[in-house]
């Protein structure tokens, strides 16, 4: 009896912390995504031409999600410009729709090269 008891409490300690981590980490990319999160005003305020740090500088964070998890197979990745890096920001406030908006900002050399709401599927 001992032994299934140990059993027992073995199985749910591993279960809660397992339900523990997967919560943490939803909470914690809710937490960058909200942090990464910009109004329609302040995509608005940057101008095609801006110096590529005044741009960085007004807003915050960029998410860090690499292109692949952005685009998924997506050749032509929504037409982003050859050549270019480019900084990605969820639209404030977030919604739970299928397609998420984000916004993208293109530079190269040093300038505002593109700016463009594109949207993620979110299948």
Given at each position: ?123
């Amino acid at each position: 009896m001992r032994k299934v008891l140990l059993i027992i409490a073995g199985v749910v300690v591993l279960v809660c912390g397992v339900g523990g981590w997967f919560g943490y980490q939803a909470l914690d990319a809710g937490r960058k995504i909200s942090r990464s999160s910009i109004t329609q005003q302040q995509f608005d305020a940057q101008q095609l031409g801006a110096a590529e740090t005044a741009v960085r500088d007004a807003l915050p964070t960029a998410l860090e999600d690499d292109e692949e998890t952005i685009y998924g197979d997506d050749p032509t990745r929504q037409g982003r410009p050859a050549g270019a890096t480019c900084a990605y920001y969820a639209l404030k406030p977030l919604t739970e729709s299928k397609n998420r908006p984000l916004f993208r900002f293109c530079f190269a050399g040093g300038k505002l090269t593109e700016k463009k709401q594109i949207r993620i599927d979110g299948a």
